[in-house]
T-cell receptor
Framework: EAGVVQSPRYKIIEKKQPVAFWCNPI?????LYWYLQNLGQGPELLIR????????DSQLPKDRFSAERLKGVDSTLKIQPAELGDSAVYLC?????????????FGEGSRLTVL | TQLLEQSPQFLSIQEGENLTVYCNSS?????LQWYRQEPGEGPVLLVT?????EVKKLKRLTFQFGDARKDSSLHITAAQPGDTGLYLC??????????FGSGTKLNVKP
């Protein structure tokens, strides 16, 4: 069974440019998360989806970040315009809702470098 | 804002030594998970603890959930170089909402 797939793995852009990341969760997983992870630190939640609904986006910087999960399957996370401080790894995870101890399955992440 | 604080932040030990990593919070969690992450990869689940006071063992790893479900510890016996990685605790705060700790970077030298 395929795991969580993310692309691109690496992206280098100039500041003020836009960037987009894509995530395809494990088939059947209705909960999808986007996390931001700085080097050597724990992931920080950006947004959580239950199917196509964003149920928790309180930590998403909405002035420059946006996300969508139109059909409740794959998702995109966009930054426009990017700033130097956005350099980090963006992790996507999915889980099977309905259990209160759901394991999060992570993709390999998309590493963003903003110059 | 980190709801969960881990200590120590870094740990470098020799193969065969024992170690304990702590995860503390002022919040009560319905469950707590421990993950291990290697460079260039996403975190991978090691264990989930649910009940206050619960102890789980996974080979040389022992996990404990505090009685008040606010803290947890991970103990590794006779560490091996293959244990090297970033260890993360994650507390479930409300249904399906997971907050991660600050991480403990472990290096086990042969």
């Amino acid at each position: 069974e395929a795991g969580v797939v993310q692309s691109p793995r690496y992206k280098i852009i100039e500041k003020k440019q836009p960037v987009a990341f894509w995530c395809n969760p494990i088939s059947g997983h209705n909960t999808l998360y986007w996390y931001l992870q700085n080097l050597g630190q724990g992931p920080e939640l950006l947004i959580r989806y239950e199917n196509e609904e964003a149920v928790d986006d309180s930590q998403l910087p909405k002035d420059r970040f946006s996300a969508e999960r139109l059909k409740g399957v794959d998702s995109t996370l966009k930054i426009q315009p990017a700033e130097l401080g956005d350099s980090a790894v963006y992790l996507c995870a999915s889980s099977l809702a309905g259990t209160n101890t759901g394991e999060l399955f992570f993709g390999e992440g998309s590493r963003l470098t903003v110059l | 804002t980190q709801l969960l604080e881990q200590s120590p932040q870094f740990l470098s030990i020799q193969e065969g030594e024992n170690l304990t990593v702590y995860c503390n919070s002022s919040s009560v969690f319905s469950s707590l998970q421990w993950y291990r992450q290697e460079p260039g990869e996403g975190p991978v689940l090691l264990v989930t603890v649910v009940t206050g006071g619960e102890v789980k063992k996974l080979k040389r790893l022992t996990f404990q959930f505090g009685d008040a479900r606010k803290d947890s510890s991970l103990h590794i016996t006779a560490a091996q170089p293959g244990d090297t990685g970033l260890y993360l605790c994650a507390g479930e705060y409300n249904f399906n909402k997971f907050y991660f700790g600050s991480g403990t970077k472990l290096n086990v030298k042969p």
